[in-house]
């Protein structure tokens, strides 16, 4: 990849992951608007974009870069885009990672109500309180851009890169170098989750197990289409994984 387009494509990701991040801020105003040690808005904001602006172009340098010097795929869409070229739609094989994680988001509804029914208490209702159109914007963009950038692209990759070195010094990365990332990256996906969890409710071992397995299938499905096809075909599963997610709780419900 040319330097010009490296960074070109590192500031395009920077762009969409302050998007993402804004994209949030709607469901944190809702659920803990009256805090009162939160800053006044527009500091909030403006806090958010330049935060956000460093560490998603760190993220995208990185892991950019680690992608390409173990054989992973990276971003091919926006890589040929930066660089003039057309875009290999047919390589990323869009439509399948949103099937994917449509079915994805499903078999999470469907594993949580089998095994963690009952174990929240009321006052995790407050999430579900929030408008649909809010949480789904923050699902669609910060987990479908921003978390993908940060648990594939970044997290992933150097994992890859650190554990493929240890492992096969100077090669491309092999299977178990890979397969052993795609699991971290799931499980560190999972316990970033907590932090949310636990200021709605207690955190017990079972909220913590189910933090882990829930949102760790997602990270799994993901990490694998992000090492198949890319990073983009990874957001698009991560996005298409939240309608059914935010979709079917409510379903169940009525």
């Not at 800053?39 to 992608?67: D, I, K, N, T, W």
């Not at 091919?76 to 885009?81: E, R, S, Y």
């Not at 469907?110 to 649909?132: H, K, Q, T, Y």
């Not at 799994?220 to 957001?235: F, K, P, Q, S, T």
Request: glycine share 10%.
């Amino acid at each position: 990849m040319r330097i010009t387009v490296h960074y070109r494509l590192v500031l395009v990701l920077s762009g969409l992951g302050v998007v993402a991040s804004l994209a949030t801020l709607p469901v944190t105003f809702v659920l803990h608007g009256e805090i009162a040690d939160l800053p006044p808005r527009p500091v909030l904001v403006a806090g958010m974009m330049l935060q956000a602006s460093v560490v998603f172009a760190l993220a995208a340098h990185l892991g950019l870069r680690a992608a390409a010097r173990v054989g992973l795929p990276g971003a091919p869409l926006l890589v040929a885009l930066a660089g003039g070229r057309p875009a290999p739609l047919a390589d990323a094989r869009l439509g399948r990672a949103v099937a994917a994680g449509l079915c994805t988001g499903l078999l999470v509804v469907a594993a949580d109500v089998l095994l963690f029914r009952g174990i929240l208490p009321p006052s995790a209702a407050a999430f579900g309180e929030v408008v649909l159109c809010k949480r789904l914007l923050a699902g669609l963009l910060y987990g479908g851009l921003a978390e993908e950038i940060l648990l594939r692209l970044f997290l992933l990759s150097a994992l890859v890169y650190l554990l493929a070195r240890g492992w096969r010094a100077g090669a491309r990365a092999g299977a178990a170098p890979i397969v052993l990332a795609i699991v971290i990256a799931a499980l560190v996906f999972g316990l970033g989750h907590l932090p949310a969890t636990a200021a709605l409710v207690p955190l017990t071992p079972a909220i913590i197990l189910r933090a882990l397995l829930l949102n760790g299938l997602v990270g799994v499905v993901c990490g694998l289409i992000y090492v198949r096809r890319g990073l983009e075909a990874a957001m698009a599963a991560h996005a298409a994984a939240h309608l059914p997610l935010q979709i079917a709780p409510m379903l169940l419900m009525s």
